[in-house]
């Protein structure tokens, strides 16, 4: 019988080790949600790391972790070395490929022992996974951890269907080229039969750089090889829309939120959440808003910024950093503007349950997010169907993926400060019943494009089936 195998660097568990013993957790982040039905129900398999370093672990509590995650969760633990996960994840993922992926070109590191890195783990998780293939399987790889891995697949298994989606953005021609092993990840890449990305500008781009450094032309996304046919096209990841909908506020957010929420109700909220990243915005987000105090004083002491942002890549310099300048900004702010009755932003470090963000979004007047790249951006579409009173208001760069699909927003350039804070009081001023036409309309977009629409359209695309895609978008 045939299966589906997903590959991804983490899996939807992710596994801890402290005092009591092994731990295991729902891993945070749009991918794990996402794919979490389909997995729960379908004859599947996920592969990845289970998020602990095989170093930190005896012989015993590494066969235990394979057997839980097999017996209890269907996944298939791929386990890294703490130097694996230094050179090929801090090291060639987040120093090499993110910065460069977001054109933070001057961020960008090269480095041949982390180039070593990245395609030894690549492999190694070929070697994971090859066990299991059986010549009628489908193969799911995820994101730009793993991109030399679907022609390691397509060397020994030559005829298994192989998808690959990038979850962040593919840079422009002029800036991928940059990168020293260009040809080398295309290659890597060019083994799936079906490459998936959140836009067609990434899917514009990918075929641009395909084309010019490999010399492979397409027609009609599509391009044939010696060995098999690769097609290109974009699939918008969706969100579970039912669930950010439907979640009642009230049972499921903790006291500490809803006392939270009472004590504000006599201001205008205005809501950030992100992941600690330097591609997501946060300083000029911050600096926006003190020139929307400044430029528009009848709005002080009546509106407040919360500013939540999740630990992420913690013990790494420029995200140490990012978070010290982000700290310095908020008390610039503060001292500057506020009063002995009122201060303008609350700066949260931490990760909040998802109920407890289901809240926060139903509690708040706008949503504010502006990365300066963005593969998609996923929070600003759990706001938008969270609140279905249709009162709220997204403000989102040009920038971020979500942009090409949330048109309704009110949509701004990331480095124009002065636009930001204008579109914040836009939304904040927006007539009722512009903002609920708005929201409804996306509302119908997000029910209907949501995560489930969105795996089974990749896969039934990667199948050929006959609800294959069918194009809406010219190139
Ligand atoms: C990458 C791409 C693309 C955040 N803080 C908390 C929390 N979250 C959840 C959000 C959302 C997810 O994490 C973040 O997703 P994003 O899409 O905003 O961003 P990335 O993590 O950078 O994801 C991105 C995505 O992949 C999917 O393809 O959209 O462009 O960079 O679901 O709700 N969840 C909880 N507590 C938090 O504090 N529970």
């Known amino acids: 019988m045939s299966k589906t195998i997903f590959v991804s660097n983490r899996l939807p568990v992710t596994v801890s080790k402290n005092e009591s013993g092994l731990d295991y957790k729902e891993s945070i982040g749009g991918l794990a949600t996402g794919l979490k039905n389909y997995h729960e129900q379908g004859d599947t398999i996920w592969a990845g790391w289970p998020g602990v370093s095989q170093d930190d672990l005896s012989e015993e509590e590494l066969s235990s972790i394979a057997s839980t995650l097999k017996s209890d969760y269907k996944c298939l633990s791929v386990p890294l070395t703490s130097d694996d996960v230094e050179e090929y994840y801090h090291g060639f993922c987040n120093e090499t490929i993110w910065p460069l992926f977001h054109y933070f070109t001057s961020a960008v590191e090269y480095k041949n022992e982390t180039w070593e890195a990245y395609k030894r783990v690549n492999r190694k998780f070929f070697e994971a996974v090859d066990p299991l293939i059986g010549e009628d399987d489908t193969i799911w790889i995820h994101d730009y951890q793993l991109m030399l891995l679907p022609q390691m697949i397509r060397e020994k298994h030559p005829d298994v269907k192989i998808g690959f989606f990038l979850h962040i953005p593919f840079p422009s021609f002029e800036i991928y080229r940059q990168m020293i092993w260009r040809t080398e990840i295309l290659e890597g890449l060019m083994g799936a039969n079906l490459i998936g990305f959140h836009t067609y500008d990434y899917v514009r781009h990918f075929l641009s750089s395909v084309r010019r450094l490999l010399g492979h032309e397409h027609s009609l996304y599509k391009m044939q090889l010696e060995s098999h046919i690769v097609q290109v096209d974009a699939f918008p990841m969706g969100i579970d829309y039912d669930y950010f909908a439907n979640t009642p506020t009230r049972e499921n957010a903790s006291q500490e939120t809803l006392d939270f929420i009472k004590s504000t109700k006599d201001v205008r909220n205005i809501i950030s959440v992100d992941r600690l990243d330097y591609t997501k915005g946060i300083p000029d987000r911050i600096k926006a808003f003190k020139t929307f105090l400044a430029n528009y004083p009848e709005y002080r002491e ?70 300066l790249r963005d593969g998609m951006n996923l929070v600003a579409k759990e706001y938008v169907a969270s609140r279905t009173d249709y009162k709220g208001m997204l403000v989102m760069s040009e920038t971020a993926g979500a942009a090409s699909e949330l048109g309704e927003a009110v949509i701004v350039n990331t480095n124009d400060h002065e636009a930001i804070a204008a579109g914040i009081k836009m939304a904040l001023e927006m007539p009722e019943d512009d903002k609920m036409d708005r929201n409804k309309n996306m509302h119908r977009r997000l029910s209907r494009y949501n995560v489930k629409f969105w795996a089974e359209e990749f896969l039934n695309t990667l199948h050929g089936s006959p609800e294959e895609k069918i194009h809406t978008e010219p190139l």
């Open 302 to 371: 009546k509106v407040r910024l919360n500013l939540i942002i999740a630990p992420s890549r913690v013990g790494i310099e420029k995200y140490d950093n990012l978070k010290r300048e982000i700290e310095e900004l908020v008390s610039e702010v503060n001292g500057e503007f506020g009063t002995f009755n009122w201060m303008p932003v609350w700066f949260f470090f931490r990760t909040v349950s998802q109920d407890d963000l289901i809240a926060f979004y139903r509690h708040s007047d706008v949503l504010l997010v502006t990365p």
